[in-house]
């Protein structure tokens, strides 16, 4: 019966001891005495939030002449003075057989192409490979912003990586075959082919637009200078009888303006002549280089108008009237930690690093603060913060050389 008894009690103090480690592990493993987070690198900027205003030389383009209007050029493409802007035709069908034409020529000149390389050993299949998964991706992300015109040509560049690859591995021997059917359409197609009764041509040289928006005559160049921010914010759009059928405008591809309402204190942040960076949701010009031309503060109120100038021109830009940008002030890039990591230790700012189990204070420069992080200067020398440190968000009783159990 003893003996009985003796095994019930070594059994219950095993499982109590089996018990005790398992809490143990599990405490250590849930609990631990500090809070850390990883030092990284970032950059971020103070400036000035702004609506800003395009103001350019637009000229309206119009034409007398009636029938189907086909557009020679893309919207925001570039055209010189005397180039043609867009085709018109008598009919649709005139119009219809006319892109026909081009898109059969186009094909045929790269199926030519194609047939050109067919040397399998001379094609690197791997870059080949790499080249398709490039234009597909480009091919999603324009039809996804809904950028048609430069999806075609996306689509028609996918379209000729992947016959070259039919022909590299074998799949194709050759489109000699589908290029002679497509040069007796193309000749069918000639065949009834009607010209363009009339051009419309460009009377200087810019990007082209095909549409209008109504401030070409109200919003000029030479008006900047008494441009307020009553007479900005009281603009209208004005819808001017022309003559025949407007097909677009012309806007100039030299100098042009950004005008914006601000505050008088924001005003004086910025100095005329002085170079900025304006930041943009544009993902063609996230970044637009501009000069402070003017700034005019007017005789009353609390407002002034800044007026940025500006050389760098692409279709985003040629298409914009009014677009919400920041004005970029000041930027800070460095080494990011969270506010509550920053202490101070005799005087000196710094940051507990844990490297294993060890915990040492380094000193930092703050460059730039808010209540959630700090942005820390990069040195190279001496005892200094590092990227991906771990540093203490939460601890107790934290000192310099202390050990973490």
């Not at 005495?33 to 030389?57: K, L």
Request: hydrophobic letters at 35%; aromatic letters at 8%.
């Amino acid at each position: 019966m003893q003996e009985r008894s003796g095994g019930k009690v070594i059994k219950w103090v095993l499982l109590i001891l089996v018990a005790f480690i398992v809490l143990f592990q599990l405490y250590q493993s849930l609990y631990s005495p500090v809070t850390t987070g990883s030092v990284v690198h970032y950059e971020t900027y103070n400036g000035i939030e702004i609506n800003a205003v395009a103001i350019r030389d637009e000229q309206v383009l119009t034409t007398s002449d009636s029938g189907v209007l086909s557009y020679a050029v893309n919207d925001g493409e570039k055209i010189e003075r005397g180039g043609v802007v867009a085709d018109i035709y008598a009919s649709e069908e005139d119009a219809d057989t006319e892109t026909e034409i081009e898109q059969m020529e186009n094909t045929i000149k790269d199926l030519e192409d194609v047939n050109g390389v067919n040397n399998s050993q001379a094609v690197d299949i791997d870059l080949l490979d790499s080249r398709i998964d490039t234009e597909l991706l480009s091919l999603v992300n324009e039809s996804a912003t809904g950028k048609i015109d430069a999806g075609k040509e996306i689509a028609s560049e996918l379209l000729k990586q992947l016959n070259r690859r039919q022909i590299a591995t074998g799949v194709s021997s050759d489109y000699t075959s589908l290029i002679n059917s497509y040069k007796a359409q193309l000749q069918a197609l000639k065949a009834r082919k009607n010209g363009a009764k009339a051009h419309v041509k460009a009377k200087k040289s810019g990007y082209f637009v095909s549409g209008t928006d109504g401030y070409e005559t109200e919003l000029k160049t030479n008006g900047l200078s008494k441009l307020t921010a009553d007479k900005l914010a009281a603009v209208k759009p004005y819808r001017k009888d022309y003559t025949g059928t407007v097909v677009g405008k012309i806007v100039s591809d030299y100098e042009w303006y950004l005008a914006a309402t601000v505050s008088l204190d924001d005003s004086l942040k910025l100095k005329p002549g002085e170079n900025y960076t304006l930041l943009t949701n544009f993902e063609s010009c996230p970044k637009l280089p501009v000069t402070v031309k003017r700034i005019n503060k007017g005789t009353s109120g609390d407002k002034a108008v800044v007026v940025f100038s500006c050389t760098y021109m692409n279709s985003d830009l040629a298409t914009m009237r009014s677009h919400n940008m920041t004005v970029v002030l000041e930027t800070y890039s460095g080494l990011s930690v969270s506010s509550r990591a920053v202490r101070f230790v005799d005087g000196k700012k710094g940051v507990y690093v844990l490297s294993g189990s060890v915990i040492s204070f380094v000193p930092i420069e703050v460059l730039y603060a808010t209540d959630n992080y700090c942005i820390c200067e990069m040195k190279t020398t001496g005892v200094r913060l590092k990227l991906y440190d771990e540093v203490i968000i939460k601890g107790k009783n934290l000192y310099d050389g202390k050990v973490i159990d």
